[in-house]
């Protein structure tokens, strides 16, 4: 049986250092003693810089971390996911979303330690991503040159919503195109049916995002987009201009279950590529006719720079190694329960939401990799809004509250077109807010005292161009896979979503046959309701 973490020497020397040491500490004295704190506690990775000196730990801490990590194995694990094992243990896949930012010639392979991790079996795998690829490029530019398509609606859900949503609202300065962009994942009729009614059947290309053509949120909001198309005049005769051939795409490894949908153009992607890990795949072809294959593939190198850093690094000098194991130190001996990540950018706006998703669907687990129940907390709850909205709203409990939660700054030093007095006050209103929270205020009466000694991690990216934005991404899936190699935890599957998934079905299955024998009263009596208002 393998030793927990909370089981390693590490981890007993962790919990004896906060409780000895950093219990006591004061950020305001942390600064004043050591003239080089910031220096040491602040890093440039690719195309992100991290401050991350008015966090609550110190050098020794990090020292102890990386013990930590080693302990736990984090390397080997990194290097198993890097070599294509199959990480994902439950499902018995690999995870390599990594791959689909590799360049052609293999970029990391210019590193020996890589290259010694690289199976020869997965110089296929890479060829094969060129190659759909290039298609999803090709197909994207065919329809940025096609002026008769006016709105592209992208029907998905989880990854296959999120990612590109993210990726198309934080890029939209580079968009380019002059068309719009939609994005419905919710099964609730009114999202769809609020975008159906700005677009018009002849001029829109609706992309459906299923790797299994079987989602049953995704394919109720395809069928019902279908039906709309076909009684606003489209058909399912491909040799009719306004066509379902035409006017739908399907992103997809079942490129049977698209056809009997009417689907002939269809791209896929691979059982190691998870659904939270896939707009570098095909899922992002929204993204790629939004920004254009230029833009596209400078995404992916700015991502693949993070991989880079991330797999070859030093630990003391991997800022996804440090914000991870950053991460279980908040979560595990400061019992920190959520982090606040606060974007002062208007494009970020959706990337709270994108988070949520990544680092609690993948590490919010209660067992190891092995089964076996987990002592610790893992994943906190991520929440937040884009300053400088977040500072009045709820600012005012991270300042004076009497929870602790951890706040992630993420600005730009380039604000694009919006240079000036905007960006300036924004920036400045970042750094404001997190020497606010380190600082605090006294005398001036108990209704104003604010405590001070709260921590935070500063981002700092240059400008919001898709180098940065990928390699940011990037930066985020790493970091999530370090403190899940830490609490030794599977990453990449999501039993619990299943399980809801699993329980909608049979309660489908038990409104057409009647039977309700066994279910519970609560359930049962909502169901009830619900026929109920139906038939009146």
Known sequence: MTLLCHGLPAWKALQTHHREQMLSMDLRAAFAQDGARLANLSMQAPHVFADLSKNLWSAETERLLRDLARQSQVQEKRDAMLAGAAVNCTEERAAMHWMLRMPRDGGLLQHNAVRQAWAVAMEEALAEVHETRAAMLALAEQVRADDSITDIVNIGIGGSHLGPEVVVNALEDWVDTGKCFHFVSNVDGHELGHVLRKVRPHSTLFLVASKSFTTAETMLNARSARQWFLDQGGSEDPAVACSIDRHFVALTSNVQAAAEFGIRRTLGFWDWVGGRFSLWSAIGLPIA??????????????????????????????????????DVWYRDFWNFSSRCIAPYSHGLRRLTAYLQQLEMESNGKGVTRDGQPLAVKTAPVIWGEPGTNGQHAFFQMLHQGQDVIPVEFIALSDGGKYLGAHHQSLVVNAIAQAQALMVGRDGEGAEKYCPGNRPSTFLLLQQLDPAALGALIALYEHRIFVSGAVWDINSFDQWGVELGKQLARQLNARLESGDWNGVDASTLGLMQRLTATQAC
């Open 289 to 326: 006719i939004a920004v254009g294959a230029r833009q596209f593939q400078a995404m992916l190198d700015g991502a693949h720079a993070m991989d880079a850093h991330f797999f070859t690094a030093s630990m003391d000098q991997n800022l996804p190694m440090r914000l991870g194991l950053l």
